[in-house]
């Protein structure tokens, strides 16, 4: 079985530049999460959603992050404009449905970097 | 507020010796616990995780963790350090539908 996939691995860019992160979870899992993992931190849920709707938005910062998951799929993940604190690692994980003891499969992420 | 301690940024064990890394929650029921292992540019994997059923949860790679309510504790262990056990570990419990992650444990694993 295929694991999670993300793209790209890494990305360097300046601050006030826009980037954009894409995620394709395993074939069949309903519920797709994107997660923050800053440096020394543990990773931070930022959205999940359930097929193409979003179940939990509330520590997504929305004047400047956005996703979106059009065809209950893969999934973008989108920074415009990134900030020098927006460095981290960008986890995307899915999970076949949204219950608590379901087990969240994650992909290796991407590693950005704000100059 | 709910939270997930854990105790120790770095542990360091001989090869062979015991691994013990701590893991403190705040929760007044019974949670949903987790551990995930995390090798240098790679994503997270599941160790084990405890869904209310047996106390003591039997992982993969030979860790195992014991939920203790009295103590809100989860610690992970396993009885005989590899050098390949070296990675970060991070304890994780739902809240609210949520996975909340602990800082993570860094394991390094002396020849």
């Given amino acids: 079985e295929a694991g999670v996939a993300q793209s790209p691995r890494y990305k360097i860019i300046e601050k006030r530049q826009s980037v954009a992160f894409w995620c394709n979870p395993i074939s069949g899992h309903a519920t797709l999460y994107w997660y923050q993992q800053i440096l020394g931190q543990g990773p931070k849920l930022l959205i999940q959603f359930q097929n193409n709707g979003v179940v939990d938005d509330s520590q997504l910062p929305k004047d400047r992050f956005s996703a979106e998951r059009l065809k209950g799929v893969d999934s973008t993940l989108k920074i415009q404009p990134a900030k020098l604190e927006d460095s981290a690692v960008y986890l995307c994980a899915s999970s076949i449905n949204s219950g608590p003891q379901e087990t969240q499969y994650f992909g290796p992420g991407t590693r950005l970097l704000v100059l | ?111």
């Avoid at chain 2, 105790?7 to 705040?26: I, K, P």
């Avoid at chain 2, 103590?71 to 005989?80: C, D, I, N, Q």
């Fill in chain 2, 1 to 111: 507020a709910q939270s997930v301690t854990q105790l120790g940024s770095h542990v360091s064990v001989s090869e062979g010796a015991l691994v013990l890394l701590r893991c403190n929650y705040s929760s007044s029921v019974p949670p949903y616990l987790f551990w995930y292992v995390q090798y240098p540019n790679q994503g997270l994997q599941l160790l084990l995780k405890y869904t209310s059923a047996a106390t003591l949860v039997k992982g993969i790679n030979g860790f195992e963790a014991e939920f203790k309510k009295s103590e809100t504790s989860f610690h992970l262990t396993k009885p005989s350090a590899h050098m390949s056990d070296a990675a970060e570990y991070f304890c994780a419990v739902i809240y609210g539908n949520k996975l909340v992650f602990g800082a993570g444990t860094i394991l390094r694993v002396k020849s």
